[in-house]
């Protein structure tokens, strides 16, 4: 079954701990994201990979790390989270369709609350 | 990067035909439009995609005009359980595809 895995699915954790979100995908996908949703913002791009050792920031990177030394894995990598990262996380994959268009295939969230 | 712009909600009843409209006036030449469905605390899920005229499968049918500034999304007979927010998604397709504009989206809300 195509999946894309995130853990920790709920995490709270205190200001300054470092903490990593794992996501995993096993379409042999070239493309993977990170996405976090609040309230009234809708979903906001952090960063996306588009293969193996190439990444790139999206809208909101700061505060954030990543890094994709193998294709279905993706980490998001909280150096010292801080309570304005207190959301709820999506890890994407996807591939360019044969007939040009794409689909995304999104994890099932992960809910981080810093204190 | 291909912006867009969605009403922010809309409400209908069961039985009734919803269609959502989204504006993308920065539309690429390559660019493909596609819509997202999301409940909540779940990730968004494909509903459809096209890149001009119009293009129907089981759950919705996307109209797009000649121009391709706009699309529509069309719901038959909503029911209860297509209360969600929904996406419309331009990729950026320059010279990536990673760089993706989700927005706010679509708040349906379907009423018994």
């Known amino acids: 079954e195509a999946q894309v895995t995130q853990n920790p699915r709920y995490l709270i954790t205190v200001t300054g701990k470092k903490l990593t979100v794992t996501c995993s995908q096993n379409?042999?996908?070239?493309?993977m994201s990170w996405y976090r949703q609040d309230p009234g913002l809708g979903l906001r791009q952090i960063y996306y990979?588009?293969?193996?050792?190439?990444?790139d920031k999206g809208d909101v990177p700061e505060g954030y790390k990543v890094s994709r030394k193998e294709k279905r894995n993706f980490p998001l990598i909280l150096e010292s989270p801080s309570p304005n990262q207190t959301s709820l996380y999506f890890c994407?994959?996807?591939?360019?369709?044969?007939?040009?268009?794409?689909?995304?295939?999104f994890g099932e969230g992960s809910w981080l609350t810093v204190v | 990067l291909a912006k867009t712009t969605q009403p922010i909600s809309m409400d209908s009843y069961e039985g009734q035909e919803v269609n959502i409209t989204c504006s993308h006036n920065?539309?690429?030449?390559?660019?493909?439009i596609t819509w997202y469905q999301q409940f909540p605390s779940q990730g968004p899920r494909f509903i459809i995609q096209?890149?001009?005229t119009k293009v129907t499968n089981e759950v919705a049918s996307l109209f797009i005009p000649a121009d391709r500034k706009s699309s529509t999304l069309s719901l038959p007979r909503v029911s209860l359980s297509d209360t969600a927010v929904y996406y419309c998604?331009?990729?950026?397709?320059?010279?990536?595809?990673?760089?993706?504009?989700f927005g706010r989206g679509t708040q349906l809300t379907v009423w018994p």
């Open positions: 920065n539309i690429a030449t390559n660019d493909y």
């Open positions: 379409m042999n996908h070239e493309y």
């Open positions: 998604l331009v990729g950026d397709r320059g010279s990536t595809l990673g760089r993706l504009y």
């Open positions: 096209g890149y001009k």
């Open positions: 990979s588009m293969n193996v050792e190439v990444t």
């Open positions: 994407a994959s996807s591939s360019r369709d044969r007939g040009g268009g794409n689909t995304i295939y």
